[in-house]
């Protein structure tokens, strides 16, 4: 498997930001979709934001709409997620994905999709 690498997690103050970010020290991804997915307990995983290959398209959850940016840097081999305006439903432990089809059009949010996964960053969020 890939070794995917999260990083940037931590505690935070309701209304803070965090900025999560994703490498690879093996292979490049650079030709694949990427993804921050999440899972609080006691409920399902959840893809909170999707980005393109290209870094031209990207998806959101509805709930991160406006306050959550993914963004990719495809010579450093990272990927990026920054969360602004956290709320203490944002907690949970967030995981970087990388899309098992390579050049896929689009972007998808299908966690079956994901064929690359890193082991996840805690991210807590105090009210």
């Known amino acids: 498997q890939v070794p995917l690498v999260e990083s940037g997690g931590g505690l935070v103050q309701a209304g803070g930001s965090l900025r999560l970010s994703c490498t690879s020290s093996?292979?490049?991804?650079?030709?694949?979709?990427m993804a921050w997915f999440r899972q609080a307990i006691g409920k399902e995983r959840e893809c909170v934001a999707a980005?393109?290959?290209?870094?031209?398209?990207?998806k959101y959850v509805d709930s991160v709409e406006g306050r959550f940016t993914i963004s990719r840097d495809s010579a450093r081999n990272a990927v990026y997620l920054q969360m602004l305006s956290l709320k203490s439903e944002d907690t949970a432990v967030y995981y970087c994905a990388a899309d098992g089809r390579p050049a896929r059009s689009g972007w998808t949010t299908d966690s079956r999709d994901y064929s690359y996964w890193g082991q996840g960053t805690q991210v807590t969020v105090s009210s």
């Open positions: 980005i393109d290959w290209r870094g031209s398209r990207t």
């Open positions: 093996g292979r490049s991804f650079g030709g694949y979709g």
